[in-house]
T-cell receptor, first 114, second 115 residues
């Protein structure tokens, strides 16, 4: 099968607008992660989904960020009222459970907030 | 705090030569997993090699091998017979199950391979 797919590849938005980023994990992968890659902060964890368990949201930088995972598959990361500091590459990864399993990454969404 | 340090922001190597990328980490956990990922300009992270902390034997994957020193919390990557396609940003990372196996990343080392 296909790898992790993310859309859109690039997104340009105006400050204050809401954006939605989508991630299609590898079929059968129960764990899904979102990371953010920015020049100032490097790579940082945002949120983690594992099966039907409550997500680990401890990495979300503010309450403007939220994510959901429907049917244990597709995930959407939503950023409300975008700010310029939200500009970054948002990476999604999936794995067969956790416990040291390899995470497979998508190509990311580059978000630019003007 | 759990951290990963890559002290070499940039490295270069001649094609067919060997290069070693350094990484140190800090965790209070006894059971964890270490990884090296590469990120070419296409942005997609690609696994290079994986090491379980409970295994003393160093992992190898074709031209890639690691020198894992658990007591020193060191996890360096050796690339032998470097190829032009090895040019990329390399990230040292680790995960612990108690944190949902999220990856903690180093700052990265940009590797240039000269023909």
């Amino acid at each position: 099968g296909a790898g992790v797919s993310q859309s859109p590849s690039n997104k340009v938005t105006e400050k204050g607008k809401d954006v939605e980023l989508r991630c299609d994990p590898i079929s059968g992968h129960t764990a899904l992660y979102w990371y953010r890659q920015s020049l100032g902060q490097g790579l940082e964890f945002l949120i983690y989904f594992q099966g039907n368990s409550a997500p680990d949201k401890s990495g979300l930088p503010s309450d403007r960020f939220s994510a959901e995972r429907t049917g244990g598959s597709v995930s959407t990361l939503t950023i409300q009222r975008t700010q310029q500091e939200d500009s970054a590459v948002y990476l999604c990864a999936s794995s067969l459970g956790s416990a040291g399993r390899v995470q497979y990454f998508g190509a990311g969404t580059r978000l630019s907030v003007l | 705090a759990q951290t990963v340090t890559q002290s070499q922001p940039e490295m270069s190597v001649q094609e067919a030569e060997t290069v070693t990328l350094s990484c140190t980490y800090d965790t209070s956990e006894s059971d964890y997993y270490l990884f090296w990922y590469k990120q070419p300009p296409s942005r997609q992270m690609i696994l290079v090699i994986r090491q379980e902390a409970y295994k003393q034997q160093n992992a190898t994957e074709n031209r890639f091998s690691v020198n894992f020193q658990k007591a020193a919390k060191s996890f360096s990557l050796k690339i032998s017979d470097s190829q032009l396609g090895d040019a990329a940003m390399y990230f040292c990372t680790y995960s612990v199950e108690t944190s949902g196996s999220r990856l903690t990343f180093g700052e990265g080392t940009q590797l240039t391979v000269n023909p």
